[in-house]
């Protein structure tokens, strides 16, 4: 499936040094901004960054920003839209020869899963419609983080936000905004995870040699929001992975493969009992619902063929 | 008017000190105002939070920049410009340091005329190593009783309104230190005296200017500079910090450096070297290093040494 | 009754609770958010029997607000800043609608630059919708002023939506002595939602928010909109004055603080007034005769009362949170169309721009604005609109640009 043999064969193929400066006023132990910088290492500053509300909003504030490449903060809605808007222009600045080739930016979206499900969602399904030359990144920490952790459509069923303190948590399910825009036929579609950087750089590797609307979902665990101590930020995402919660997996030429699975899956507790917004499921009322999860999960993965796996 | 400005570092518990002070003063009969200041920094970042007091209707609103007591739970916070620790300090404003180090040792440290009271009064067994996630509430204690005009009565039943959300065990060891610290300032009752409000007669004009229109090229909120977040140093919000062990590292060149969510590690000639003007202090890399090379050191005692 | 420290968010809330609300679609947005999960709690733990749900944005969430109100049910929602703005298109067809909910609004500067501390560019943005307008400067305010917003909205003599306004975190996140009122008795003087004439049912349908063709249709609804605004003035200090009948605490369109014997006064909105009601106290001790109207009716304008309380006093200046570019404060410009061809001997006025993003406003700067007001009603000679912004500040901008754009840092300029 890989048009090009990757030059991520191994880690000590992975970027040793960081193209996003340090000093950004994220928490310690941000998991989104870990995925985010192991993208841009990818990506490379030839790029413009074009933002929705959310966290990483934060990242820019005058007179700091982190980027070697560009910048442009939109709103929580629109972004995509301005992305068109950028594309557009460097479209036209190129046919009239006033911008050099070489000069051309790569235009990024990158928003949070709150706006990425929610608001953005008309946004990014109009810009894959006009099949736009860009790449969308949402970092997924299943909440709305930035206001400190209210439930958006990205939370997981059963988790405990700000706006869902009941007995059971969050009563509605994920959505799965991986089928959504799957849906809408962009040219490549894929998850990642920052626990996971050779999968995440193959992906960017092909999302970037690539054209047309290209759509990644990073899994971006949150110390602040998910109650976990900052250090287990990298093992919470290794654990999603593991437990099989947070599928890696990518979308190209009309199929979807998996990009890890496991031989054996870790019991989804394993994730579970390491964050605070689901200990209230370890009461004896709730138990039914770590097993309703369970069973999802492995519903989920008797469906995936096991053939064609990677790793 | 009385007004108290807490200083600590984001996730100690500043918010929860003042709405401690806070309540056990309006018990105690007063008007009360408190807030925590909000900003974009997140925890271990300088925060602070403030207290106005009053027999009558208070007007005054905003950050308090003439405090006549001020908390800081973090000694780590009096050195660093950017916490604003000593701002608007007067003769009158008593300080007080959640530090073990002597009252003496501060006073002379900082050559100031107020009064600076340090945490040395409190036992030890109340505020070692298991005691530091308490110092918010032992800060509140303290302030409590450096006012004179709260009960022990209105500080208990303060700690009981504002931990309710908290189990049983939690609330006892909050009310145990905060009554210790309440109690170890019996001597200093009452220290703090109101400040004078602004006379109307003799004050300093504000030098105000003509804002000048600038092109718009320095009047867009835009940063034509690349990557410098490089000169915030996010290194100030640590508590704990990473240390390499260079015989045990492998150089392996990427687990560490890829890890960290701050792009605080180097790689240089496949050594890893952490930026300490921007390592937060998560411990991400300590938990990842396959060769566990690097180890966790309070941030204090690595500072001293 | 509870008297407890409270916040400007739980106080809306509270208000909201009190007003036995049915309905609050929901979107977060700082400094609002603790309203929002307050009242999730209490949805949550059944203590509060209404119907609580999140939008995917304040566009939606507006329009199921309004949705709402016209299908029969009393609304509470609330927004700020950025989210205010986002929803303005459904602002403007809810009021049209005639769907008298309440709208909190956590004053909050907008971008660009993006910012959370607080200015009224963002509430004053509304003005115009057919909101009508409440602006809080306490937080026991916050939670009255919701209470009366819904006697105001459901008026049927008035029938439009309010916006309770309050500064975020000088409100929103401060906490203050705050009376809870007795839910029966507040029950009492809300009253239960009458729906007057919108509703949906199957036995009485209606086909309403509908298309005009024409001018004539069109005037005529949006300046019934204006008629019915105009009727909320009297209709408003009704309602408060049985509010404060009720309640003991006094809510007039207009505040005026020592304003009586004053030659000179302070006008502003919101929640930085308090500061100046101090500034006015320090001024008087210093044998200065200076006062404070503060509006808390910015929609409907109060301006016969506003020409009253002006009469006879040599200077006013105006402190206007909020910037129009190319012309200046809101405030300033409705405060002047008042005056203007009115009072017999007409005040000074002078303008002035502070606390635009949160930025403070010093005791110094409203003596300084008195002493300036003096100066100018003894030689007759007005000074020009100013920022409060001091060459300290400035001098720190400068150097915050010169990391943006400077050169050694890789930047262009």
Same mark, same amino acid.
């Given at each position: ?27 310690a ?10 993208i ?18 934060l990242l820019?504030?005058?007179p700091?920003t982190p ?22 222009a460097?479209n ?8 050099q ?21 008309? !946004?990014?399904?109009?810009?894959i ?10 970092y ?5 983080g930035?206001?400190?952790?209210q ?7 059963g !988790? ?23 849906a ?40 602040t929001g998910?109650?976990?101590?900052p250090?287990? !930020?990298?093992?919470i ?35 579970l ?8 499921l ?30 | 008017?009385?007004r108290?400005?807490?200083?600590g570092r ?12 806070g ?21 271990g970042?300088?925060i ?30 009096v ?19 959640a ?7 501060w ?54 309104t ?11 060891e909050?009310?145990t230190?905060?009554?210790a ?35 718009s ?13 490089a ?11 990473p ?14 450096s ?40 309070d ?5 001293i040494s | ?15 909201? #609770? ?27 733990t059944k203590?509060l ?16 607000a309004?949705?709402a109100?016209v299908?029969?049910? #009393? ?16 602002l403007?067809a809810?009021?049209?609608w ?43 305010e ?32 401060t ?5 809870i ?7 009492k ?5 009458d ?20 001018g004539?249709?069109?005037?005529y609804?949006?300046y ?11 209709v ?51 044998g200065?005769?200076v006062?404070?109207?503060r ?51 007409q ?11 949160? #930025?403070d ?8 604005i ?19 912004y ?7 901008m ?5 990391i ?10």
């Open positions: 499936m890989q048009t090009k043999e990757s030059v991520y064969k191994r880690p000590r193929n992975l970027p040793h040094n960081r193209v996003l400066s340090g000093g950004t006023s994220m928490c132990g941000c998991g989104g901004l870990q995925a985010i910088h192991a841009y290492d990818i990506l490379g500053t030839n790029t413009v960054t074009v933002n929705a509300a959310g966290c990483m909003s820019s504030i005058y700091f980027f070697s490449g560009s910048w442009l903060f939109t709103a929580m809605a629109s972004a995509p839209a301005g992305a068109q808007g950028v594309r557009d460097l036209r600045r190129l046919s009239k020869k006033r911008l080739g070489e000069d051309d930016l790569q235009v990024v979206v990158l928003t949070g899963d709150g706006s990425a499900n929610g608001m953005g969602l008309s !946004a990014t399904s109009g810009t419609d006009r099949g736009l030359d860009f790449l969308y990144i949402c997924d920490n299943e909440g709305y930035n206001t400190g952790q439930f958006s459509a990205a939370t997981p069923h !988790a405990r936000t700000t706006t869902s303190k009941g007995g059971q948590g969050y009563c509605g399910d994920k959505k799965n905004l991986f089928n959504i825009w799957k809408n036929s962009p040219t490549y579609l894929a998850t990642v995870c920052g626990a996971e950087p050779l999968d995440l750089a193959r992906k960017i590797e092909k999302a970037k040699s690539l054209s047309g609307p290209r759509m990644i979902i990073a899994f971006a665990p949150c110390p998910w109650q976990f101590a250090q287990e !930020a990298i093992n995402g290794k654990l999603a992975v593991r437990t099989g919660v947070f599928p890696l997996k990518e979308y190209y030429e009309g199929k979807v493969q998996h990009t890890a699975v496991q031989g054996k899956r870790l019991p989804v507790v394993d994730y009992e390491k964050q605070g917004r689901f200990s209230h370890f009461r004896t009322e709730n138990e039914y619902l770590i097993k309703e999860m369970q069973a999802e999960i492995d519903t989920y993965w008797s469906c995936v063929k096991r053939d064609r796996t990677k790793e | 008017m009385y108290i400005r807490f200083h984001g996730g100690q518990g500043m918010k929860m000190a003042s709405h401690i002070l309540t056990a003063l309006f018990l105690a009969d007063f008007e009360v105002q408190d807030a925590p200041r909000f900003g974009a920094e997140r925890r970042a300088p602070f939070a403030y207290v106005r007091a009053d027999t009558k209707i208070i007007n005054e609103r905003g950050i308090i920049t003439s405090p006549d007591l001020v908390v800081v739970a973090d000694e780590s916070l050195a660093l410009p950017q916490a604003g620790v000593l701002v608007g300090v007067e003769e009158h404003t008593v300080l007080f340091i530090s073990r180090e002597d009252s003496v040792v006073q002379q440290r900082l050559m100031l005329v107020s009064p600076v009271l340090s945490m040395d009064v409190i036992g030890k067994d109340l505020t070692g190593s298991e005691g530091q996630k308490f110092f918010g509430t032992i800060c509140a204690g303290a302030a409590a009783a450096l006012t004179g005009l709260v009960e022990r009565q209105h500080l208990e039943e303060a700690i009981e504002e931990l309710k959300q908290f189990s049983l065990a939690i609330l006892a909050n009310r230190r905060a009554l610290a309440y109690d170890a300032m019996a001597l200093h009752q009452g220290l703090v005296v109101e400040g004078k409000s602004r006379s109307a007669d003799d004050y300093q004009r504000p030098e105000w200017v003509i804002v000048p229109s600038d092109g090229h320095i009047s867009a909120p835009a940063i034509h500079g690349s990557g410098t977040s000169l915030a140093q996010t290194g100030t919000w640590r508590l704990v910090r240390q390499i062990d260079t015989a045990k590292c492998k150089g392996c060149w990427w687990v560490c890829t890890f960290c969510p701050d792009s605080a590690i180097e790689v240089i000639d496949h050594k890893p070297q952490i930026q300490y003007d921007h390592c937060k202090g998560c411990m991400v890399c300590m938990v990842q290093c396959p060769a566990r090379a690097i180890s966790q050191v941030e204090k005692e690595a500072v | 009754m509870m008297r407890k420290m409270l916040t400007g968010n739980v106080s809306a809330a509270w208000g909201a #609770r009190l007003a036995n609300i049915d309905y609050l679609p929901a979107f977060p947005i700082s400094p609002q958010t603790e309203l929002i999960e307050t009242v999730a709690e209490w949805v949550d203590v029997d209404a119907t609580m749900v999140t939008l995917e944005s304040e566009h939606s969430m507006l329009t199921a309004g949705a109100a299908a029969g049910v #009393r609304v509470f929602s609330a927004t700020s800043s950025q989210g205010l703005l986002y929803g303005m298109e459904m403007y809810i009021a049209g005639r769907a008298p909910l309440v709208l909190v609004n956590v004053s909050r500067g907008v971008g660009a630059p993006i910012t959370l501390e607080p200015d009224h560019n963002d509430v004053l943005a509304a003005r115009d919708s057919g909101f009508l307008q409440i602006h809080c400067a306490t937080c026991q916050v939670l009255d002023s919701v209470l009366l917003a819904f006697r105001l909205a459901e008026d049927l003599r008035v029938r439009l939506p309010v916006i309770v306004n309050m500064d975020g975190f000088y409100l929103s996140y906490r203050e002595p705050v009376v009122p007795d839910h029966e008795l507040s029950g003087y809300v009253g239960e939602y729906p007057g004439s919108m509703f949906f049912s199957a036995n009485a349908p209606i086909s309403t928010a509908v298309a005009v063709l024409g004539e249709s069109y005037s609804f949006r019934e909109l204006h008629r019915a605004a105009e009727k909320a003035l009297n408003y200090d009704e309602v408060a004055a049985e509010f404060e009948t009720l309640f003991g605490r006094s809510y007039e369109s207009i505040e005026a603080y020592r304003s009586e014997d004053a030659d000179f006064l302070f006008v502003m909105i919101g929640s930085f007034a308090t500061k100046a009601k101090e500034a006015v106290d320090q001024l008087r001790e210093a200065h005769k006062g404070l109207l509006l808390r009716l910015f929609r409907p304008f109060p301006a016969e009362r506003l020409v009253q309380l002006s009469k006879g006093k040599k200077g006013i200046a105006v402190i206007d949170q909020n910037i129009s570019f190319g012309r200046g404060g809101v405030l300033y410009t409705e405060v002047a169309a008042s005056l203007y061809g009115t009072v017999q001997s005040p000074l006025l002078t303008s002035y721009i502070g606390g635009l993003g949160g #930025r406003i010093s005791s110094e700067e409203f003596f300084e008195a002493a300036e007001l003096r100066r100018a009603c003894r030689t007759g000679v007005v000074p020009e609109m100013r920022l409060l001091t060459a300290k500040e400035l001098a720190g400068r150097k915050l640009q010169g943006a754009g400077g050169t050694q840092y890789g930047g262009r300029f």
